[in-house]
């Protein structure tokens, strides 16, 4: 089956912790997307990446990392300089910059 | 700058009844396409429907139908027999060529048996 997976599903982290969030996807789509949900909200873009070793911030990149080392993977590290990092993080992929976006399950952040 | 809006931050529709969620977007583009999403209470993510702004037939999957007026930049969604699984957030996205997706801030549909 072809789709997107995410892991872990949730994720407990202490302060002043990095943590990787992982995205793989087999859909052999060039383009990946890392958005945050928090309760109640839309979705902001956190980081995009257009083809592999090429990403670029989204609107809220600040605290956190990417790297697309892989076209089919695209990991996202929420650095301890992210100042409110509980939230929900979904991850996306589409074939080109104006195709319909598929999601993961996404990741359930919880920083103790 | 593209911008969604939702105006109805929750909606309720009896069983088997039609219920209409809507959207209002702006861009400056002329090429760009619209979209709804579902999200469960699994949160994840699921396309609904998709909607070329070029295309003026309205886009129809099933149950789910599109209201696209280009003119007043408005993407309404409509749901027909209403099932107890359509219960979720549904998120309206405008997506511009060479922009980047923008999502509306949602609106929570609840289905009444």
């Known amino acids: 089956d072809g789709g997107i997976t995410q892991s872990p599903k949730y994720l407990f982290r202490k302060e002043g912790q990095n943590v990787t969030l992982s995205c793989e996807q087999n859909l052999n789509h060039d383009a990946m997307y890392w958005y945050r949900q928090d309760p109640g909200q839309g979705l902001r873009l956190i980081y995009y990446?257009?083809?592999?070793?090429?990403?670029q911030k989204g609107d809220i990149a600040e605290g956190y990392s990417v790297s697309r080392e892989k076209k089919e993977s695209f990991p996202l590290t929420v650095t301890s300089a992210q100042k409110n990092p509980t939230a929900f993080y979904l991850c996306?992929?589409?074939?080109?910059?104006?195709?319909?976006?598929?999601f993961g399950p996404g990741t359930r952040l919880t920083v103790l | 700058a593209q911008t969604v809006t939702q105006s109805q931050p929750e909606m309720s529709v009896q069983e088997a009844e039609t219920v209409t969620l809507s959207c209002t977007y702006d861009?400056?583009?002329?090429?760009?396409?619209l979209f709804w999403y579902k999200q469960p209470p699994s949160r994840q993510m699921i396309l609904v429907i998709r909607?070329?702004?070029?295309?003026?037939q309205n886009a129809t999957e099933n149950r789910f139908s599109v209201n696209f007026q280009k003119a007043a930049k408005s993407f309404s969604l409509k749901i027909s027999d209403s099932q107890l699984g359509d219960a979720a957030m549904y998120f309206c996205?405008?997506?511009?060529?060479?922009?980047?997706?923008?999502f509306g801030p949602g609106t929570r549909l609840s289905v009444l048996p």
């Open positions: 996205a405008l997506r511009s060529y060479g922009q980047n997706f923008v």
């Open positions: 996306a992929s589409s074939i080109g910059t104006t195709d319909t976006q598929y």
């Open positions: 990446s257009q083809i592999v070793n090429d990403f």
């Open positions: 909607q070329e702004a070029y295309k003026q």
């Open positions: 861009t400056s583009e002329s090429d760009y396409y």
